[in-house]
C-alpha cells in the first residue's frame, strides 16, 4: 500500500519538533505522518498515521512511556538471564529444586500472561527478583505493566486524596485495570481497614475479570485476610510457588526461623555420631533398645509422617536423636524449627515487649504451622495457666492438621496435662518410644 504526502494543517496540533520525521522521507517529506490509500469504510479512512521513517523513534517512546507506568526503574536489570535458577553453591536438594521450580513457573506465566502467579517465601529468597523479571520481559513485549510494592500503592492511594495530579478514581482505576499488576511484598503493609478494602478491591476485580496478576508474600496464606485468601487459593487460577531458599544475602541463615532455631547447637548430633554405647558395658537389653531407637529416627526422618515421641530419664540420646532428624532435613534443604521448650515459651512473652519488631499472633503461627516442629525437653517448662493454654493450642493445632511433630520428654505421659496427653496416646498419629538406658557417663568400660 502506498503512502501519501500530507500538507502541514493535517498534522495535529500537539505535534512539536520531537514529531517530525526523516527531512529525506520519500513518503511523508520530513512531516512524520502520512494518510495512506484506505478504501471508503476502513477504520482508518482520512485519518493521519505515523510515517515508517518514525517506526523506531515510536516504538522507543512507547517502551519509555511502558517503562516509566511500570515503576521498575531500579529493577530494571533484573531479569531471567542474571537469575541463578538453583541458587547459591551448597543449596540443599529441596531448596534448589524449588527455586528452580519458580523460576521455570516465572517464565512459562512471562510468556503465556494466563492467571495468577504467587510467590511465596522468606526475604531475600529470590521473589522480588523473579517478579521483576516477569515485569521487565512484558514491558519489552510492549504490554502495560505496573510493578509497585504493596505500602507503595497504598501511598500512592492516599495521596491522590489531596487532589493534586491524578484523582483517586483514576488512580485506583489505572491500577486495577493495567495489563499486568506485580505486587511485591503483600502482607508488609498497614493492615488498616481502609487498606484491606482497597486491596480486596483491586485483587476482586482482577479476578473477576481473569486479568493477570503477580503476588509476592512471605506470609503464609491463612496470615492473609480471608477475602483475599480464598481468591489466592482458586485452583483453576493461581499458580502457587513455595520458594524454600534461605535469605541469598545471608546464606548461612539456612533455617526458616533462625531467630528461634538452636539446631547451630546440635551440629555434630547426627546419626553417624549416635552410640548404642556397648563400649560403656551397658546390658545387652539396653544396647537394642538404642539400636531401635535409632532405627525408629532414622525412619522417621525418612518419610516424616506424624507424630514421634522419646521418652526416658536426662541423658540418655533422646535430645541427639531428634537433632539427628533435624539435621537430616536440613541437608536435603528443609531445615525444621528445632527448640527446646522453655525457650519457645521466652520467644512467645518477648513479642509482648513493645519494643518486638514482631507480633505475638505471627509469631505464635509461625511456630504452630511449621512444616517440622521439634519440641526438646518438653515438661521442663513452668506449667502456669498460660503456658498450659498455650502448649494446648500448639498441640491441637498440629494434632488436627496431622503436622510432622518430634518431641522429647522426661515426664511419664500420665502426667502431662490430660488435653496433651489425649492426643498423644491416639496411636493413628503418633508413635511413642521409650528410651530405657541409663544416663550417659562418658565411662568406657575395659
Known amino acids: 500500500m502506498t503512502q501519501n504526502d500530507t500538507s502541514k494543517e493535517n498534522i495535529p496540533t500537539s505535534l512539536t519538533i520531537r514529531d517530525a520525521g526523516d527531512p529525506n522521507c520519500e513518503y511523508c517529506n520530513g512531516l512524520g505522518y502520512v494518510r495512506k490509500d484506505h478504501p471508503v469504510g476502513h477504520p482508518n479512512f482520512g485519518k493521519l498515521e505515523i510515517c515508517s521513517c518514525r517506526q523506531d523513534e515510536v516504538a522507543r517512546h512507547d517502551h519509555n512511556r511502558l517503562f516509566a507506568f511500570s515503576q521498575l526503574n531500579e529493577l530494571k536489570d533484573l531479569n531471567f538471564d542474571n537469575f541463578e535458577p538453583r541458587g547459591r553453591i551448597g543449596l540443599g536438594e529441596h531448596q534448589a529444586d524449588s527455586l528452580e521450580s519458580a523460576y521455570n513457573q516465572a517464565q512459562y506465566f512471562s510468556k503465556s500472561h ?66 499486568l499488576l506485580v505486587l511485591d511484598d503483600f ?95 551397658i546390658p545387652p537389653n539396653q544396647i537394642s533398645n538404642l539400636d531401635k531407637a535409632k532405627k525408629t529416627a532414622e525412619t522417621y526422618a525418612k518419610k516424616l509422617k506424624g507424630w514421634l515421641v522419646f521418652t526416658g530419664t536426662y541423658g540418655t540420646g533422646k535430645t541427639h536423636l531428634a537433632a539427628a532428624i533435624a539435621n537430616y532435613q536440613a541437608s536435603l534443604g528443609r531445615p525444621p524449627l528445632f527448640v527446646v521448650v522453655p525457650d519457645l515459651l521466652d520467644h512467645l512473652r518477648a513479642t509482648f515487649n513493645p519494643a518486638s519488631s514482631v507480633s505475638y499472633d505471627r509469631r505464635f503461627d509461625e511456630i504452630k504451622s511449621t512444616s517440622l516442629l521439634i519440641l526438646d525437653d518438653l515438661g521442663t517448662q513452668s506449667m502456669t495457666p498460660w503456658v498450659k493454654e498455650k502448649l494446648y493450642q500448639l498441640f491441637n493445632y498440629r494434632y488436627s492438621g496431622q503436622l510432622p511433630t518430634v518431641i522429647t520428654t522426661s515426664d511419664e505421659i500420665e502426667d502431662m496435662d490430660p488435653r496433651i496427653r489425649s492426643r498423644i496416646l491416639d496411636t493413628r498419629l503418633c508413635s511413642i518410644y521409650g528410651i530405657t538406658a541409663p544416663t550417659y557417663t562418658g565411662r568406657i568400660r575395659k
Not at 139 to 156: S, W
Request: aromatic content about 10%.
Open 114 to 179: 494466563s492467571g495468577w502467579l504467587l510467590l511465596r517465601g522468606r526475604y531475600g529468597c529470590g521473589k522480588t527478583h523473579l517478579a521483576a523479571a516477569v515485569a521487565n520481559f512484558a514491558v519489552e513485549m510492549g504490554i502495560q505493566t505496573l510493578f509497585i510494592t504493596v505500602p507503595d500503592l497504598l501511598d500512592v492511594l492516599r495521596f491522590s486524596y489531596n487532589g493534586t495530579g491524578s484523582s483517586f478514581e483514576d488512580r485506583f482505576e489505572e491500577i486495577r485495570t493495567c495489563q
Open 187 to 281: 502482607g508488609t503493609q498497614n493492615a488498616t481497614e481502609w487498606a484491606q478494602e482497597k486491596l480486596f478491591q483491586i485483587i476482586n476485580f482482577r479476578y473477576i475479570n481473569k486479568l493477570p496478576l503477580v503476588v509476592t508474600t512471605n506470609l503464609d496464606l491463612d496470615q492473609i485476610e480471608g477475602r483475599i485468601r480464598s481468591r489466592l487459593e482458586d485452583p483453576e487460577l493461581v499458580t502457587k510457588v513455595h520458594i524454600q531458599a534461605p535469605d541469598y544475602r545471608r546464606p548461612t541463615e539456612g533455617s526458616e526461623f533462625h531467630e528461634l532455631s538452636t539446631l547451630a547447637l546440635h551440629g555434630n548430633q547426627t546419626f553417624e555420631t549416635f552410640s548404642n554405647r556397648k563400649n560403656e558395658g
